[in-house]
Nanobody, 122 residues
C-alpha cells in the first residue's frame, strides 16, 4: 500500500492542524493505521493508532486528550486532528500501515508515508 501524508505546516502554540494520509494500492480497511513523529535530534515515536474499522483507537500519553485519530475507509484516508498544539509537538509526522493488530511498535508497520512537517511556534 502507498501512503501520502499531507496537512503539515506552521502553527502557533494552542492552535490546531489536521493531518491527512491517503492510501492507495490495496484494501485500506484491511490495515491498522498509525501515526508516528520524529522531532529534530530524536528517535521516531508512536503517536496514535486506529483499528481497521476505526472503532478502537490508542494514543501516546503525550497527546492523549489533544489529538484524535480517525479514518474514512470509503475515502482510503486516515486523519490526525491535533488541537492545543505545543512547541514540543514540533516534528515530522508519518502515517504507517500494518496488517497486524493495533500496536505501538514501529517495526510492526510495513508501509510508511513520506512524512509531513509540523512546526509549532511559541
Amino acid at each position: 500500500v502507498q501512503l501520502q501524508a499531507s496537512g503539515g505546516g506552521l502553527v502557533q502554540t494552542g492552535g490546531s492542524l489536521r493531518l491527512s494520509c491517503a492510501a492507495s494500492g490495496r484494501t485500506f480497511s484491511n490495515y491498522v493505521m498509525g501515526w508516528f513523529r520524529q522531532a529534530p535530534g530524536k528517535e521516531r515515536e508512536f503517536v496514535a493508532t486506529s483499528s481497521w474499522s476505526g472503532s478502537s483507537t490508542y494514543y501516546a500519553d503525550s497527546v492523549k486528550g489533544r489529538f484524535t485519530i480517525s479514518r474514512d475507509n470509503a475515502k482510503n484516508t486516515v486523519y490526525l486532528q491535533m488541537n492545543s498544539l505545543k512547541p514540543e509537538d514540533t516534528a515530522v509526522y508519518y502515517c504507517a500501515a500494518t496488517p497486524l493488530a493495533m500496536t505501538t511498535r514501529e517495526r510492526a508497520y510495513d508501509y510508511w508515508g513520506q512524512g509531513t512537517l509540523v512546526t509549532v511556534s511559541s
